[in-house]
């Protein structure tokens, strides 16, 4: 199976920071990484596919790189309703997904 | 719109079984493979089950392989998901979720229901 690993678990940071969550893949996956955005209480909403492709609607502060193992998230400046838990998952294996552990975005 | 309602989500005795529902609209559905995905209550999310769009493929993880399955009614745009023997580590929010792909193959998962609950407790 392949793990999928985030870091880090949690982060404070203050409205128009740059943030940036990483995810690490077991195993190479190439670029079948996808990220999604979930607020309290909500769904989870997709913001990234494949790696670096920006799902429709979604502000362009957001961008994802990477390739193989190493993956990267960031938020190029920090809005309130950026506040959230932030989750990775792997489709190389598809159907067989498998996702990261979460970030978590806070308030400072 | 694209929308996927669950439904069916209850407070159930451990060993008991349940079944929930995810009513589609706004796409055709019979083109589209399905997925569930759960999240414990404080916790991430967790893959338990694929269907494919004709419904003859399923996959599931192995925490719940042998006591859930998923199916799904094309005629009906509804995806089900039958639970048995369940176990109080089954608490969960249960969402379903279309697979998209793009010309790669590569697969994701949008959109996502809003999710029905599942309380398994004495």
């Known amino acids: 199976d392949i793990q999928m690993t985030q870091s880090p678990s949690s982060l404070s940071a203050s409205v128009g920071d740059r943030v940036t969550i990483t995810c690490r893949a077991s195993q190479s996956i190439s670029n079948y990484l996808n990220w999604y955005q979930q607020r309290p209480g909500k769904a989870p909403k997709l913001l990234i596919y494949?790696?670096?492709g920006l799902q429709r609607g979604v502000p362009s502060r957001f961008s994802g790189r990477g390739s193989g193992t190493d993956f990267t998230l960031t938020i190029s400046s920090l809005q309130l309703e950026d506040f959230a838990t932030y989750y990775c998952q792997q489709s190389y294996s598809i159907p067989a997904l498998t996702f990261g552990g979460g970030t978590k975005v806070e308030f400072k | 719109e694209v929308q996927l309602v669950e439904s069916g989500g209850d407070f159930v005795q451990p060993g008991g079984s349940l079944r929930v529902s995810c009513a589609v609209s706004?796409?055709?559905?019979?083109?589209?493979?399905m997925n569930w995905v759960r999240q414990a209550p404080g916790k991430g999310l967790e893959w338990i089950s694929y269907?494919?769009?004709?419904?003859?493929?399923?996959y599931y993880a192995d925490s719940v392989k042998g006591r859930f399955t998923i199916s799904r009614d094309n005629a009906k745009n509804s995806l089900y998901l039958q639970m048995n023997h369940l176990r109080a580590d089954d608490t969960a929010v249960y969402y379903c979720a279309r697979v998209s792909r793009d010309s790669a193959k590569r697969g994701w998962l949008d959109p996502w229901g809003q999710g029905t609950l599942v309380t398994v407790s004495s």
């Open positions: 494949g790696a670096s």
């Open positions: 706004g796409f055709t559905f019979s083109d589209y493979e």
């Open positions: 269907i494919s769009s004709s419904g003859i493929t399923t």
